[in-house]
């Protein structure tokens, strides 16, 4: 739909004489779901939203040639409804510290010269003509960067492991297979943004030592898959990947591997047995990916959220960065916001921020006045917060406190129609489709978990069911063979933690 308004403007624009004035942008997405396809119009800024490719000829006679803006084509805020003129006015983007986002909505993404225009590849010829690889890993260390892709792992330490590691072959991987249920914003960037992506690795090349790099992607992301195709072969172009970049002696270079849909490939050693042409399966750890990866050769493994926060703090310092976010969580976090919510998509903020402030200041509430009753963060593997916990800053550890995680950002809200003996059912039928069957505890323990959960959902649940979930979800933690396993039980957990009664009344009273 947004590429029919984009060819109706061009067309309307050329009709009127003015497609050689004024320039058509097409960028990835701003992150307003909700209300797309949107458009801009520069210098003023004003933003329009839901425009179809019948409005487009009203914006141009009205707005572009008479200086009249169109009223009923701006965005109109759910619970005050108050009409919005300009981009930089509405809450929704207003509120965010877009770091990782910087660029998505802004720029042409198959435009290298876009990118370069926002200081593209000016952290990569910072770190080939100023510094060490040495300097370049303190930089990360220092800046707190954790990744973004569920575990929260200091990025800095990761790439000193494998910095560390010998061997005349090392390889960089980005982890695009985000593969959980809600969140997109690996998506986004891909399809926004998608030489921030190639810079960071060919940065992180430099700073390990290694020559070569894949980024697998899953394959229900066609257009971030054929962007960062554009994007690999323009960065060829103007000598940013490929031999002696810069003349700096540095040889670097990217390929595409398209994975094939299964969840668990987003697992790191899953991952790289998928790209080796083998079976999508996790393997015990150690060795580490950053001793032993890729064809058993030192690899790091980052995902693109985590990538994308590295240009910028190697052109602004570690110490530009650390002023976001909490003491062990610095920067920003990008979370997909959707469920029972008026304004979803994707939203980043810093480290730290609290819930009520995502959904109620720059999501703005709950539709049709209903009253919140959880949030699920984490996907699969996260948890759901109650309303009791709306003020808790939002890192990876008092996530982690409350039974809950980070995961890639996932956040989706709910309201008080919500069942969250449902919820959890739902949760846990993901995981055990996603399940790759390797061991017994995820393969037969959460199927049996979810025997019990639907038998309880349909009023046909018997005393003592509850503690056997409880049983079998420590159990499963504690033995399954990889974070799909290890972590599934999660969702169950949490909303036994925090809404017992419900599973309660569902086996008292037969419902
Ligand atoms: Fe496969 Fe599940 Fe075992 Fe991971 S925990 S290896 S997904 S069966």
């Known amino acids: 739909n947004c590429l029919s308004v984009k060819s109706e403007l061009e067309k309307q624009l050329k009709d009127q004489g003015l497609d050689k004035e004024i320039m058509v942008v097409k960028t990835g997405c701003i992150g307003t779901c909700d209300i797309g396809p949107v458009m801009i119009v520069y210098p003023e800024g004003v933003f329009y939203c839901n425009v179809q490719p019948e409005d487009v000829k009203e914006i141009v006679e009205e707005h572009i040639l008479k200086g009249r803006p169109v009223k009923r084509l701006m965005y109109t805020v759910p619970t005050t409804k108050k009409v919005v003129e300009k981009v930089d006015e509405i809450d929704f983007l207003k509120g965010q510290t877009r770091i990782a986002l910087r660029n998505c909505g802004v720029i042409n993404p198959d435009r290298i010269e876009e990118y370069i225009a926002r200081n593209g590849y000016a952290a990569l010829g910072k770190v080939l003509t100023q510094m060490k690889p040495k300097e370049v890993i303190e930089e990360i260390k220092k800046s707190g960067l954790r990744g973004r892709g569920g575990g929260g792992f200091p990025t800095g330490l990761k790439w000193e492991f494998a910095a560390k590691s010998q061997s005349p072959q090392k390889y960089v991987v980005c982890n695009a297979d985000e593969g959980d249920p809600g969140a997109f914003m690996d998506r986004s960037i891909l399809e926004g943004d998608p030489h921030s992506i190639i810079e960071a690795m060919a940065i992180a090349g430099y700073a390990i030592g290694a020559s070569q790099g894949y980024v697998y992607v899953r394959a229900e992301y066609p257009l971030a898959v054929e962007r960062l195709g554009n994007a690999i072969e323009k960065a060829r172009e103007f000598g940013f990947l490929g031999k002696n970049i810069f003349g700096s002696g540095f040889d670097f270079d990217l390929e595409i591997r398209v994975g094939a849909g299964a969840f668990v490939c987003g697992e790191e050693t899953a991952l790289m047995h998928s790209i080796e042409g083998r079976r999508g399966e996790p393997r015990p750890r150690p060795p580490f990916p950053a001793q032993k990866g890729l064809w058993g050769k030192p690899t790091l493994l980052n995902n693109v959220e985590t990538y994308a926060n590295i240009p910028p703090i190697i052109l602004n310092g570690a110490d530009w960065f650390t002023q976001y976010g909490t003491e062990n969580s610095k920067g920003t976090k990008v979370f997909a916001v959707a469920g029972d ?113 639907e038998r309880i959902t349909k009023g046909e649940g018997k005393e003592g069911d509850i503690e056997l979930l409880e049983r079998l979800a420590k159990n499963i933690k504690a033995t399954a063979l990889c974070g799909l396993g290890q972590t599934a039980p999660n969702p169950v957990l949490s909303t036994l933690r925090f809404f017992r009664d419900e599973y309660e009344a569902h086996i008292k009273d037969k419902i």
């Open 341 to 453: 919510i008026n304004n979803t998509g994707l939203v980043e903020v810093p480290m730290g921020t609290t819930l009520r402030e995502i959904i109620y200041d720059i999501c703005g509430g709950i539709p049709e006045g209903k009253k919140f009753k959880a949030a699920q963060t984490g996907g699969p593997s996260g948890g759901c917060i109650p309303e009791e916990h709306l003020d808790i800053p939002i890192d990876y550890d008092s996530l982690k406190e409350i039974g809950s995680m980070m995961g890639s950002g996932g956040l989706i809200v709910m309201n008080e129609d919500n069942c969250m003996v449902d919820v959890a059912r739902f949760f846990l039928e993901f995981t055990v489709d996603e399940s790759c069957g390797k061991c017994t505890p995820c393969r037969v323990g959460t199927r049996r978990m979810l025997e019990i959960l």
